[in-house]
Each structure stands twice: as C-alpha cells, then as structure tokens.
C-alpha cells in the first residue's frame, strides 16, 4: 500500500477498525508502523490491558481478506442512507440546514435555534433517542445542532424523522423552558 505524504516509512502511522466499516460493537482496530514502535507499543498496552477479544480477533481476521468487497457494500449502503435520511429531512423540515457530508456515519443537522437538548428530550416522548449536540462539547456549544445517523434503514429512517417531526411539532406547542442546565443532561 503507498504511504501518503511520507518521505519515509519510519515516519507514517496507519490506524485502523472495523468498528464503523463492519461492525460497530466490535472494538478491533490495528496500527501499522515501523516494527520498533509497534514492540514499543505493545509493550506498553501490556501494562494496561484488560483482556484481549480473541473470539473478536479472530472473526475480525476472517473478513480481512472480504474488506475491498465489504466497504463497497458498506459504502453503498450509507451513501444510499444519507441520500435517503438529506431528502426526508429536506421535505419535513424546510428550516433547517442538512449538510451533504462525504464520509462518516451521521450528519450535523443545524436546526436554526437553540433546542438540540429540548428536541432531544421531546422525541424521547415518541420512542425516538437522539443526543443533543451540547453532548459532544462543553458550555452549551452545538446547542443548534443535531447529530443523526443515516446508517439505519430506510424504514428505521423513516420512522425517526416521522418522530422527530412530532417532537419538532411539540416544541412549537409547548416549548420547553431554557433552565441553563439541559445541555449538562442531554
């Protein structure tokens, strides 16, 4: 494989999963280096290893050899998602901004006010869970954000927004006042 942007191969570090490609509970990962610093990081993990999924392991090394035709499906898959979960929310909410995202497994949806943790709260009320965009940062940010997956199925998709909808729709009718506080337990 060529290494990007190195002069070197000493100097280039290559990390990778399956978590997000095949699977996202299986927590395997590798590091490709330069054979001293992988001694000098095993060595170290030894110290703070807990315990080794060899069952994980092993699948993980039985779909080495599938990844080129595994991450074309999966790629697919999720172009198809995204392109399904941009649409419905272009149709339902017209307000808000829905960015066409490259890569990744969610997209950043701006809502255009402050009510992530609000809207977050609401949908739980129709069987929805989302996190709030204050979640993934500190004193109140991404309050006008929403992170949502487009990796489900089109019908889960479907049925999310649906939820979300009426959450939306609620917030209208009785919003939720702003405590200062919501963004610490969404």
Do not use: C
Request: charged share 20%.
């Amino acid at each position: 494989m060529p290494i990007p942007y190195a002069r070197e191969a000493a100097a280039v570090v290559s990390i990778g999963s399956v978590g997000k490609s095949v699977w996202g509970g299986v927590r395997i990962g590798w590091i490709r280096a330069e054979s001293t610093l992988i001694r000098r990081l095993v060595a170290a993990r030894s110290a703070n290893d807990l315990g080794t999924p060899v069952l994980e392991q092993l699948l993980v090394a039985r779909l080495l050899p599938e990844m080129p035709q595994i991450l074309a499906y999966r790629s697919e898959q999720l172009r198809a998602g995204r392109d399904h979960l941009e649409r419905l929310l272009a149709e339902r909410f017209p307000d808000w901004t829905v960015p066409h995202v490259d890569g990744g497994i969610t997209a950043w949806v701006n809502l255009g006010e402050p009510v992530s943790s609000q809207l977050a709260l609401a949908a739980r009320n129709h069987g929805l869970l989302v996190t709030a965009g204050p979640r993934f940062g500190i004193d109140g940010a991404f309050e006008r954000f929403m992170r949502l997956p487009f990796s489900p199925s089109p019908e889960q998709l479907d049925r999310a927004v649906d939820a979300l909808g009426l959450a939306w729709t609620s917030l209208a009718r009785h919003p939720l006042p702003d405590t200062g506080f919501l963004a610490d337990v969404v």
